[in-house]
């Protein structure tokens, strides 16, 4: 008696359960989150490099050259930058907030419109944005071009660790200075929000000054630094994850520098959203 012919896979499965029937729509359920586990190691690899460098902070020895060097060029480096986006950023909110509140009259409302935009929102993201593009993209670089050309390979070989060296200094730099330079977009926003509303469009200053005194509490620009902190945090963890983890030749370095500045936009967009929703919880606002 013959033995009976192997049957091919799912041949002799049911219908409902034969490959390529059934299946077709939990095959893209699948495929459609096939790329999760990827996303979640590189989320992973990312905290694991800030605790890392956190670790190194408290560590010898404590270069503090290397601290200053990076806060001048965080800080110092994007001032200008920053005064100019921050004058006109303020600018453009008075205009519009005028445009808008003259459709009920209440133009001396602007004030406490330019002052809560910026204190929350506009000044920590703008400037995280602005920093990211000019600072953030110069770490990536600038890690990269030392990975190619070993010079990360050099500092271990030296008995030098490259987090401590490389990563510290940047991270603690931009953690400091991008309140810094979130208080400074504030000043000139409302500089330039004083400019369009006051000197161009004649709204009356008393009215303009004690609504935004009523209006904008201190705790608004608490909150602006909070966000500028943790943005910087996540500029500099980043910039210096793309730079580092770079393989191949001078190529690598730009598409290192363009996922560094793509990745940080749009994690300080989405964390944006994250911070507003726990800081609605701790810090209810009490506005007008």
Known sequence: MTAPAATPTGAGSPPELAPGRGFRPLAAVGRLFAPLPGAVALFGEHIILLARALIWLFRRPFRLRLFLDQMEFVGVGSLPIIMLVGFFTGAVTALQAILALSLFEQQRYVGFGVGISLARELAPVFTALMVTARAGSGMATELASMRITEQVDALTTFAVNPVQYLVSPRLVASALMLPVLCMVFNI???????????????????????????????????????????????????????????????????????RAVVSTSVTVLVLDYLLIQIMNVLFPYGGM
Not at 227 to 254: D, H, I, P
């Open 188 to 258: 000139l926003g409302l500089i330039g929000g004083y400019v369009v509303a006051i000197i161009s469009y004649q709204i009356d200053l008393g009215q303009v000054l004690e609504l935004f005194r009523h209006g904008v509490d201190p705790i608004d620009y608490i909150q602006g630094l909070i966000k500028a902190f943790f943005f910087g945090v996540t500029m500099a963890t980043c910039s210096c994850y793309q730079g580092l983890n770079v393989r191949g030749g001078a190529k690598e370095v730009g598409l290192a520098t363009t």
